[in-house]
T-cell receptor
Framework: SQTIHQWPATLVQPVGSPLSLECTVEGTSNPNLYWYRQAAGRGLQLLFYSVGIGQISSEVPQNLSASRPQDRQFILSSKKLLLSDSGFYLC?????????FGPGTRLTVL | QKEVEQNSGPLSVPEGAIASLNCTYSDRGSQSFFWYRQYSGKSPELIMSIYSNGDKEDGRFTAQLNKASQYVSLLIRDSQPSDSATYLCAVNIGGAGSYQLTFGKGTKLSVIP
């Protein structure tokens, strides 16, 4: 069966610091992978998606970036965090038409 | 801008009652519709998917789709306190060949014992 992991689970970072969030998927090959952000009082916002190694599509222009160095690994990064980057970051993979979420990383930028 | 609209709630129902959650969407080309349940502090969990007009039942859950009215709903029969959560409606955008999802902001459901 497929499993999706995210780490860290929680993170508190100062403004201006870098960020690296990791997502890995087990039990499937060449999955479509997605990064979403859920901010307080707002819906799920798609940030990036990837259909394969090195292939990244950005949905929202911002100070975040994504990379897919391996088939089942998806990384979300930032060089300098903003206060507005606080939120719940969710990685998802697609199986058929459905998307399944990982446990998420809760990021607080102070 | 493709949109998915849900009443934010909270929707309160007594234990054992039927909870009815509604969602409307703007993209007439949408072909795939999903309901996710999200407990406080947790990630969303897929509970129902529906692709054709009509009803789809899974245990206590029934999803209903009306593409002509651009409306999808979720019924929860015999509601339990453990059903208390936020329910997210998600719809694919960009037509039948697209797997991008747009999410509503969610409806918070409280089941009162």
């Amino acid at each position: 069966s497929q499993t999706i992991h995210q780490w860290p689970a929680t993170l508190v970072q100062p403004v201006g610091s870098p960020l690296s969030l990791e997502c890995t998927v087990e039990g499937t090959s060449n999955p479509n992978l997605y990064w979403y952000r859920q901010a307080a009082g707002r819906g799920l916002q798609l940030l990036f998606y990837s259909v394969g190694i090195g292939q990244i599509s950005s949905e929202v222009p911002q100070n975040l970036s994504a990379s897919r160095p391996q088939d089942r690994q998806f990384i979300l990064s930032s060089k300098k965090l903003l206060l507005s980057d606080s939120g719940f970051y969710l990685c998802a993979w697609r199986g058929g038409r459905e998307q399944f979420f990982g446990p998420g990383t809760r990021l607080t930028v102070l | 801008q493709k949109e998915v609209e849900q009443n934010s709630g909270p929707l309160s129902v007594p234990e054992g009652a039927i909870a009815s959650l509604n969602c409307t969407y703007s993209d007439r080309g949408s072909q795939s519709f999903f309901w996710y349940r999200q407990y406080s502090g947790k990630s969303p969990e897929l509970i129902m998917s529906i692709y054709s007009n009509g009803d789809k039942e899974d245990g206590r859950f029934t999803a209903q789709l009306n593409k002509a009215s651009q409306y999808v709903s979720l019924l929860i029969r015999d509601s339990q306190p453990s059903d208390s959560a936020t329910y997210l409606c998600a719809v694919n955008i960009g037509g039948a060949g697209s797997y991008q999802l747009t999410f509503g902001k969610g409806t918070k459901l409280s089941v009162i014992p």
